[in-house]
Every structure is written in structure tokens, then in C-alpha cells.
């Protein structure tokens, strides 16, 4: 009678390592093969919603901003970082805002233009320019957070609170995983998970 496949892993795993009884080395296939066939499978389909999530909601809030306020999606992101850290620099504006700094410059010049914000450098340090929103820019960042829930709103639209509450400790939690993979690099060339236990 032939071996079956999960017979011979099984055979496989208790030759490796003799400690491991058939039913433990039995749940470590189901689990391995689980991993293989369901897992990337589902979080294919995360990817790909949260990119597409992503992508809708940073399209529809230029498109608002643009209309109501005649600025740019970048522009509002900074307006939005500058009202919640005024003093920033254009570094780490790039950083937060993820595109490179000669993107974020421009964007800066042509927001000093429309006197939405000031450059000022340090006395201490005359290479560091602090960033600092003026009245105009304060106002329309106000307002635009009104736009910014009113987009949330119908993105949300349909969703229950115990589901929109179970979504955001969820992304939460994707995020700081997101933060501990930036600060533990690959190795041997897998990624180190952070599972709940």
C-alpha cells in the first residue's frame, strides 16, 4: 500500500526529531500546509483591498481638496502634519508623507506663494528651516477635516461600529507590526512574524 503525502511528512518529522509524538507532528502539517494553501491566499486578498482602499480614499480626498480649496493632495497632508506638528522640517515632512523632498519642496514654494505657510530659519542653526502655517492655512485646515470625515463617512457608509471598531485595531495592529519588521530586518530570508499568542 502506497504512503500517502501527509504520512510520509509525518514519518519525516519523527525521524528529525524523535521527541515529537504522531499527533503533534500531525497538527505541524496541518498548520504547514494551512500556511501554504489558506494564508497567502487571504492575505493576498488584504493587500490587495487595503492598496485599493488606499488608493480610492487619497484620490477622492484630492479631488475635494482640489474643488474646495484649490490645493494639491500633498498640500493638504502637509497642511494636516503642520497644524499637528507645528515647527516640522521639510525632511521629515517627506518622510511622513512618503515621496521624495524635492516633491515636498515644490510643494512647499508654491504653498508659500499662496501665503499658506512661512519659512523661517534657526538663529541656532541657519541651515534649519522651520515650517509655520499661517492664518489662511490654519482656517482651510480646519475645514478640510470637516471634508476629510465627510469622505470618511461614505467610505464607511454600511459598516457596523463593532466592525469599524474590530477594522481599526486591526490596521492598528498591521501597523505596528508594519514598525517592528523596519526595525528587525529579514533573515535567512523569511519574514519574522509578530503573532498574537
Same mark, same amino acid.
Given at each position: 500500500?502506497?504512503?500517502?503525502?501527509?504520512?510520509?511528512?509525518?514519518?519525516?518529522?519523527?525521524?528529525?526529531?524523535?521527541?515529537?509524538?504522531?499527533?503533534?507532528?500531525?497538527?505541524?502539517?496541518?498548520?504547514?500546509?494551512?500556511?501554504?494553501?489558506?494564508?497567502?491566499?487571504?492575505?493576498?486578498?488584504?493587500?490587495?483591498?487595503?492598496?485599493?482602499?488606499?488608493?480610492?480614499?487619497?484620490?477622492?480626498?484630492?479631488?475635494?481638496?482640489?474643488?474646495?480649496?484649490?490645493?494639491?493632495?500633498?498640500?493638504?497632508?502637509?497642511?494636516?502634519?503642520?497644524?499637528?506638528?507645528?515647527?516640522?522640517?521639510?525632511?521629515?515632512?517627506?518622510?511622513?508623507?512618503?515621496?521624495?523632498?524635492?516633491?515636498?519642496?515644490?510643494?512647499?514654494?508654491?504653498?508659500?506663494?499662496?501665503?499658506? /505657510? #512661512?519659512?523661517?530659519?534657526?538663529?541656532? $542653526?541657519?541651515?534649519?528651516? %522651520?515650517?509655520? &502655517?499661517?492664518?489662511? !492655512? +490654519?482656517?482651510?485646515?480646519?475645514?478640510?477635516?470637516?471634508?476629510?470625515?465627510?469622505?470618511?463617512?461614505? /467610505? #464607511?457608509?454600511?459598516?457596523?461600529?463593532? $466592525?469599524?471598531?474590530?477594522? %481599526?485595531?486591526? &490596521?492598528?495592529?498591521? !501597523? +505596528?507590526?508594519?514598525?517592528?519588521?523596519?526595525?528587525?530586518?529579514?533573515?535567512?530570508?523569511?519574514?519574522?512574524? #509578530?503573532?498574537?499568542?
Amino acid at each position: 500500500m502506497a504512503t500517502s503525502r501527509i504520512s510520509k511528512v509525518e514519518h519525516d518529522v519523527a525521524v528529525r526529531n524523535m521527541t515529537i509524538t504522531a499527533p503533534t507532528a500531525r497538527a505541524a502539517t496541518q498548520k504547514a500546509r494551512q500556511r501554504r494553501s489558506v494564508a497567502p491566499k487571504d492575505q493576498d486578498n488584504v493587500a490587495h483591498a487595503l492598496l485599493r482602499t488606499t488608493s480610492a480614499f487619497k484620490r477622492l480626498t484630492t479631488q475635494r481638496m482640489k474643488e474646495e480649496f484649490d490645493i494639491t493632495g500633498i498640500q493638504a497632508e502637509i497642511l494636516m502634519l503642520l497644524t499637528a506638528e507645528p515647527g516640522m522640517l521639510g525632511n521629515d515632512l517627506a518622510a511622513v508623507v512618503d515621496v521624495n523632498a524635492s516633491t515636498v519642496s515644490h510643494a512647499l514654494d508654491v504653498m508659500e506663494k499662496q501665503r499658506l /505657510l #512661512t519659512r523661517r530659519r534657526c538663529t541656532q $542653526d541657519r541651515r534649519v528651516v %522651520r515650517l509655520a &502655517l499661517t492664518e489662511k !492655512a +490654519r482656517r482651510i485646515a480646519t475645514r478640510s477635516m470637516d471634508v476629510t470625515h465627510h469622505i470618511l463617512d461614505a /467610505l #464607511t457608509a454600511g459598516i457596523s461600529q463593532t $466592525d469599524l471598531h474590530a477594522l %481599526r485595531r486591526s &490596521l492598528e495592529r498591521m !501597523a +505596528r507590526n508594519c514598525q517592528m519588521q523596519a526595525l528587525s530586518p529579514y533573515r535567512n530570508g523569511d519574514l519574522r512574524t #509578530t503573532r498574537k499568542s
